[in-house]
């Protein structure tokens, strides 16, 4: 273990204090809301906790979580020198109601974390920053991390005080609701730890109930497999007939049991200019998104989360959002992708026409389509899609 006595730079930080005081102005001139410190032994429930989720499969394809499990439950095993778990959180609270979007069908709703440039970018420059900064004035060692590392960062952040872990498992703060982005600081220069925040949703469960594909087996778990988030950005193959309804015009993640929370009437909108949401991604046309190409996907994506999940996946989506949007304009767009390259688009295109032409019109389009289908996972979409009346392709609302 490090102690400032011994690793102290003689133009340095002498006591826990000055540090403290040193990381909260760091915070702030980086354009963090929040920071705690959590000592690494303070989730000792979690590893049980995530190996229950891995137990019963709410993890779904997400196979890194396995694999990654032991380090994952303990910041200790990620790094047998930690001593103080340092948490980072920015608030990225929306101008508007995110729920309100959900009623226009001709729009897609992209979730509030992703209207504008990649959060990891941003929360990683400035925590290298900040750990550059915090090694040269007191000699400790650091890693940084942020979402994709092997961190349990919710129950870390409850730990260290700066919100608990909420209903639907989200982070909730008093003073920033719902919309706070976590990242950690690891050092190995032990600090005096902040008291753990306690569980205030008491009664509440408005989260749990709003769930558009009941994703919550019970309170404070979630099951990935039937979380719209997970099914549009992890997911990789067709999205089961199941939960295709209840998407509506979520076309990447969803916000429904974060913006529902009534602790968000404390939470301000974001200062950083770069998660606010673009103008163009605040409440874009349907229509627009499926007449894209690879090349222009990735170019009006450029920055920006969503091109992680690529134009194929992309495309999936918003065919999904056209089939449940009864926008009759839609149907000539999605004709056009009835051919496309990929099964994926071509299948998601069957089930968008089927929800959207007469069933006389889409005969016709089985007619001149569904003979030339090789692929198996199109073929079965043809298929759901053809079944007689009362049968398997009226079956699929939620
Ligand atoms: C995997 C993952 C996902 C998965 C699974 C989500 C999940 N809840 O696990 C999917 C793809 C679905 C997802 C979706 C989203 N994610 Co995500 N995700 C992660 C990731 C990488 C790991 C989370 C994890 O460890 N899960 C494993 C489970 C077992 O852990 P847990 O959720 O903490 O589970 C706890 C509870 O179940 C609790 N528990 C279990 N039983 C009981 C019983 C009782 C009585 C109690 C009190 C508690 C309790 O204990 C567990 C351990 O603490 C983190 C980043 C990170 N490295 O931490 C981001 C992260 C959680 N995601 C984030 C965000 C923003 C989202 C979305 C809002 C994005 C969107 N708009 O679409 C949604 C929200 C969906 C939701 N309701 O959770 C943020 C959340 C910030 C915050 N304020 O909490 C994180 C922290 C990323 C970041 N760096 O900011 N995500
Ligand atoms: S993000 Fe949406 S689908 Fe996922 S649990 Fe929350 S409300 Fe349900
Ligand atoms: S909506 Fe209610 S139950 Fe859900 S996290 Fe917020 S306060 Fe807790």
Redesign the pocket.
Known sequence: MRTLTSKTHPAGLKDTGSVRQFLNSEAKEHGFDAIAIAAPDA?P??AS??A???DDG??GT?EW?RETAER?GSPVALWPEVRSVILF?MNYGPADDPLALLERRDRATI????RNRD??DI?KGRLKQIAGRFTSRCGADVKV???????????L??AAGL?W?GK??????RAHG??????SIFTDLQLPPDEAEK?HCGSCRA?LDICPTK??P?????D?RR????L???HKGPIAHEFRTAMGNRI????D??AVCPWNKFAGIAREAKLVARDDLSAPRLESFLAFDDAAFRRFFSGSPVKRIGRNRFLRNALIAAGNSGDRKLIAPCRMLMTDPSSLVRGAAVWALHRLQDRPQFGQLAEQFRPCEQDPDVLAEWNHACAPKGGAGDKEAS
């Not at 991390?145 to 129950?155: G, I, R, Y």
């Not at 979380?227 to 997970?230: E, G, L, N, P």
């Open positions: 989730i429930l979690a906790r995530l229950r989720c891995l709410h993890h997400m979580m994952r959180a979730s509030v974390y992703a959060y990891h929360i991390f942020v979402d994709t590392a092997p961190v349990m960062e919710k129950p952040a409850e919100g872990q639907h498992t989200n982070l909730v703060s719902s919309w706070l982005f976590l990242g569980d989260c994703a919550f019970e309170p404070y778990q979630l990935a979380c719209i988030s997970y549009t950005i992890e990447y993640g969803c916000d049991c974060l």
